[in-house]
């Protein structure tokens, strides 16, 4: 029975284990906003999402702008040129964490102060800060006042994935939840178990079988693409470039997941094999004991 107990409470274990360890990673890198900004700022140095990226935010201010006749070419000139080397100048990767910044607040805190209603039923990336920084250069280089709007957003998903995001931040923050009974239950079946050794094997084993299907699933998510999202071109790199980018960090987990495996499985095994070692050194003491 003790053995019985043991074993069904390491595999509730595993399997609480299993769900905890991806919602922790999304709260932690998803959710929260310091955590997203970490995850996405590599994205801003992929050269074919920046020239898209910056492309994107000057056709937005170009269209907006309306420049007297003696600096029209000026203007038409430095803003085809800031399409295509925003990305390499010095304030960029500041506007470009602003951005990151920005969209996670109307993605994941429905910023109603935005005064757009589109946030609140899509996914929105709001390019509003790399058109500001193009439009103060444009206006060291004129000399001129460049209007910019508040915000420049570009659509990334739709209904049915603001839902999906929606839930993701409501939950995700609870991973603590399954994470408290995974180590409970583990406790549970450590002192139920009659030999610590085969328990810890055990788990070792089936915490490497965990890590396996977070891998397997990884790479199915990182095939999949952008998984439906992206409303233009420009998000569809972004949900490209977002997924692999999660994939990517989420490995990182997965590693530690196969170290704390390997650890568990080698201790279980050392276990069982010095467990082995001292029986029949204590039955022969025993038959001793009962000659005399």
């Known amino acids: 029975m003790r053995t019985f107990v043991s074993a069904i409470a390491v595999i509730f274990a595993l399997l609480l284990t299993a769900i905890a360890v991806p919602m922790a990673w999304t709260d932690a890198n998803i959710v929260r906003e310091d955590g997203f900004v970490a995850l996405t700022s590599s994205i801003g140095k992929d050269q074919a999402f920046q020239a898209r990226l910056a492309a994107t935010a000057v056709a937005s201010l170009e269209s907006k702008i309306n420049l007297p006749a003696p600096v029209e ?40 102060g935005s005064g757009n209603s589109t946030s609140g039923t899509s996914l929105v990336l709001d390019v509003g800060p790399l058109a500001k920084l193009a439009a103060d250069r444009l206006h060291t280089a004129t000399g001129l006042p460049i209007p ?27 991973w603590w939840i399954p994470a408290l009974g995974a180590m409970l239950l583990f406790a549970l079946g450590l002192l139920a178990a009659k030999r610590k050794g085969p328990l810890l094997l055990f788990t070792g084993l089936g915490l490497a079988a965990v890590a396996a299907v977070w891998q ?46 390997g650890v568990l499985a080698v201790l279980g095994l050392l276990g069982v094999i010095f467990s082995r070692r001292t029986r029949p050194s204590g039955r022969a003491n025993a038959a001793g004991s009962m000659e005399g």
């Not at 800031?82 to 429905?110: C, D, I, K, V």
């Not at 420009?234 to 590693?255: H, K, P, Q, Y």
């Open 148 to 174: 910019t709007p508040d915000s420049t957003l570009i659509n990334i998903g739709g209904p049915a994935q603001r839902q999906q995001v929606d839930a993701i931040s409501a939950y995700a923050p609870m």
């Open 73 to 112: 070419q000026l203007g038409a000139s430095f803003l085809k040129d800031a399409a295509t080397a925003m990305s390499t100048w010095p304030e960029y990767p500041q506007a470009w964490n602003e951005t990151l910044r920005r969209s996670h607040q109307l993605n994941f805190a429905g910023d109603a």
């Open 216 to 261: 397997a699933a990884t790479t199915v998510l990182k095939g999949a693409g952008d998984a439906g999202l992206g409303g233009t071109a420009t998000g569809g790199l972004f949900a490209r470039e977002l997924v692999a980018a999660s994939v990517d960090n989420f490995n990182g987990w997965i590693t530690v997941a196969w170290i704390a495996a």
